[in-house]
């Protein structure tokens, strides 16, 4: 059983990206899959079924996955990312974001066993 476990944090990340083009947060996603196991997505809907899809959300298992470093894509533009789970997990999630693209941190909401952190991230 791995020290993460046994410290009883949570190791699930909510990830939410907004204020983006799908594929900047096909981009962000992406980075983190090759890194992460991704447990949990949310997919637009086509073109000219429903409603525009502004938050795109998926949850990242931050205990597990393959750590496969990637290079960043580029981003068309600024994506706002929002980034929920355990303190440990997502100060990961933030370290391996903060690796690829630049971040400004723009709120971070502390609880007793969970955290909310609010990023900008921008291409480099």
């Known amino acids: 059983m791995?020290?993460?476990?046994?410290?009883?944090?949570?190791?699930?990340?909510?990830?939410?990206?907004?204020?983006?083009?799908?594929e900047d947060a096909r981009a962000?996603?992406?980075?983190?899959?090759?890194?992460y196991l991704l447990e949990d997505a949310e997919?637009?809907?086509p073109a000219g079924t429903g409603p525009v899809t502004t938050v795109w959300m998926a949850t990242f298992d931050t205990?597990?996955?393959?750590?496969?470093?990637?290079?960043p894509p580029a981003l068309a533009g600024k994506v706002v990312a929002t980034?929920?789970?355990?303190?440990?997990?997502?100060?990961?999630v933030e370290k391996v974001l903060a690796?690829?693209?630049d971040i400004?941190?723009?709120?971070?909401?502390?609880g007793d066993q969970e955290t909310e952190a609010r990023l900008l991230l921008a291409p480099r």
Not at 63 to 71: F, K, L, Q
Not at 83 to 92: D, Q
Request: hydrophobic letters at 35%.
């Open 2 to 22: 791995s020290d993460v476990y046994d410290l009883h944090i949570d190791t699930d990340v909510n990830v939410q990206l907004s204020d983006c083009r799908q």
């Open 28 to 35: 962000v996603f992406g980075v983190l899959d090759h890194y």
């Open 43 to 45: 997919t637009p809907s």
């Open 63 to 71: 205990a597990a996955g393959s750590r496969e470093e990637v290079a």
């Open 83 to 92: 980034l929920t789970g355990g303190y440990h997990a997502v100060g990961e």
């Open 99 to 101: 690796a690829g693209f």
């Open 104 to 110: 400004e941190s723009l709120q971070a909401v502390s």
